[in-house]
């Protein structure tokens, strides 16, 4: 005997825990809402295909943030708008992996409308669901770039003008006029019928990713009664009376029958090519691993700060290349004022045994502060505990915090005295690496030439950093040692100075 079962797809958790330990079998939408059926058509279709644990869902900012309550499937949650870009990042990183991403109208059409655009144009191999419900939900129902022309919303209490803030967006419309996408299609959830013409979209999208087939998009309009404030029978009709007419149901591209589906492997590059290729062949060999340093090595995240032309940055660069040179894990990144000269600059640079997660440095161990606004800006975001180099060539005050190791040395003046100026970050690498013991000062002067496009520099450059050990072996008393120097090449092992946090 025949029986139908009804039972929630295999996609969704069992229970919604991550909503509601307590009341975990309902969702957090309200009566009526488009987003739970866009939901369960999405999972339903990953369970028939068989793809929901090779599925990733980049939920977006809006009503739906919360997808990852419900979808038992890998879930990231991007900054609004920019799903796609995550998505990007994900799919060409997992190529293996089905990649969606689930975007209101809010986030899709007006705050991410350009990731969406570029991802179709370029093609990515990845699922958009957009759930157009005309109005921005989650924040109170404001208007949105899909808001219909008359449209009453918090935001246009007069309704939406077309002189005041242009037309309606028909997403659809705008990513068909594109070669790359294969298939764009928009259904509604106002009815059962519209419903299941939903449901064969979102399976199709996501077969399309699974046979290589490109970028595939499904508009879906949805109801957002509280948004726009109905019951949801009255939102359905709205759906149908209002919605479709400037939004018609069709299917606006579809070569998924005619494309030939591609699988791009991730290709494997050695090293040097790799270098070769960026332009980045500045390191040399690294050094053969030494696994006591690796592995002993303490975390250490750094900031330099100073002015452009400080050569903070430069600085950084060299210090992550050493340690690079000597098989640790490095990051680097800088960060800019917005003057094109003579601004701030600051780089963050971290070392580490293990791979970085971030390479954002919040609370440096190490910060070296080369002018006054450097200091003022992260005196007090250093870790207690930690050290600063301040640059007291031109920073005249001492430091207001004293759980602080501080060294205060004449960076700029130690270079002047060598005949260049602007090689304080050189006497800096020495200073600081003959304080810390942290790196090989070898280390630093191997990479020092690599990065010296006028070789005529290279010898002072190499002078200075000599000049920053004497400085710190002259001047400083009693300084503490790292576990961390590769014992061929610097003093024996000594306690960890940067215990891991
Ligand atoms: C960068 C940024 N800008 C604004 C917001 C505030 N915000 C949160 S949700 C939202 C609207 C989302 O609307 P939509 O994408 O249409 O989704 P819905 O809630 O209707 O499902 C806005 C503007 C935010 N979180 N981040
Ligand atoms: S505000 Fe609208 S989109 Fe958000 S949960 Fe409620 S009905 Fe759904």
């Not at 018609?248 to 591209?253: A, G, L, R, W, Y």
């Not at 050290?387 to 005050?397: E, T």
Request: hydrophobic fraction near 40%; charge should be neutral.
């Amino acid at each position: 005997m025949a029986s139908n079962v009804l039972k929630k797809a295999e996609s969704f958790f069992d229970h919604f825990e991550r909503w509601r330990p307590t009341q975990n079998q309902t969702t957090h939408y309200c009566p009526g809402c488009g987003h739970g059926n866009a939901h369960k058509l999405i999972a339903e279709a990953l369970d028939d295909l068989g793809l929901a644990d090779r599925s990733i869902l980049v939920s977006p900012v809006g009503c739906s943030v919360f997808a990852y309550y419900y979808f038992d499937v890998g879930n990231v949650q991007a900054a609004h708008g920019r799903a796609p870009a995550v998505a990007t990042g994900l799919k060409r990183s997992h190529p293996q992996s089905i990649v969606m991403t689930y975007q209101g109208d809010g986030d899709l059409a007006s705050i991410g409308g350009l990731e969406i655009l570029h991802a179709a144009n370029r093609g990515e191999n990845m699922t958009v669901f957009f759930i157009n419900n005309a109005i921005y939900g989650m924040t109170g129902g404001q208007m949105a770039a899909t808001s219909l022309i008359g449209m009453k919303t918090t935001t246009s209490p007069y309704g939406r003008s077309v002189e005041n803030d242009g037309w309606p967006l028909r997403v659809c419309e705008l990513l068909a006029t594109l070669p790359a996408p294969v298939y764009i299609e928009r259904c509604h959830l106002a009815d059962a019928k519209g419903i299941m013409s939903c449901r064969k979209a979102v399976k199709k999208a996501i077969k399309n990713q699974a046979d290589g087939k490109g970028f595939s998009f499904v508009e879906i309009l949805a109801p957002c009664p509280t948004g726009w404030k109905m019951t949801p029978l009255e939102a359905e009709k709205w759906v149908k009376e209002k919605m479709i007419p400037y939004y018609p149901i069709q299917v606006f591209k579809d070569e998924s029958a005619t494309r030939e589906g591609r699988f791009p492997q991730p290709r494997e590059v050695a090293d040097d090519e790799l270098w070769k290729a960026l332009d980045l062949g500045l390191f040399g060999e690294t050094h053969p691993y030494d696994e006591p340093f690796v592995k002993n090595f303490s975390t250490t995240h750094f900031k330099f700060a100073g002015f452009g032309g400080q050569g903070v940055l430069t600085g950084g660069v060299i210090l992550a290349a050493a340690g690079m040179q000597e098989n640790l894990e490095v990051s680097w990144i800088p960060s800019y004022g917005p003057e094109m000269r003579g601004g701030t600059a600051n780089a963050s640079v971290v070392l580490s045994k293990d791979p970085i997660g971030s390479p954002l440095v919040v609370n440096p161990d190490v910060l070296v502060a080369m002018n006054d606004p450097s200091l003022d800006s992260f005196e007090d975001t250093v870790r207690p505990g930690g050290i600063v180099f301040v640059n007291s060539s031109i920073i005249a005050r001492k430091l207001r915090r004293s759980d602080v190791d501080v060294i205060y040395v004449p960076l700029t003046d130690i270079a002047a005295e060598q005949g260049l100026t602007a090689g304080a970050n050189a006497v800096l690498l020495g200073a600081l690496m003959e304080y810390t013991k942290l790196l090989p000062i070898a280390t630093i002067k191997e990479i020092i030439p690599l990065g010296i496009k006028r070789k005529q520099l290279i010898d002072a450059n190499l002078r200075l950093v000599d000049a920053g050990v004497e400085w710190i072996q002259n001047n400083v008393k009693g300084r503490k040692q790292s576990v961390t120097v590769p014992p061929s090449k610097q003093t024996a092992a000594t306690p960890v100075m940067f215990p891991e946090k």
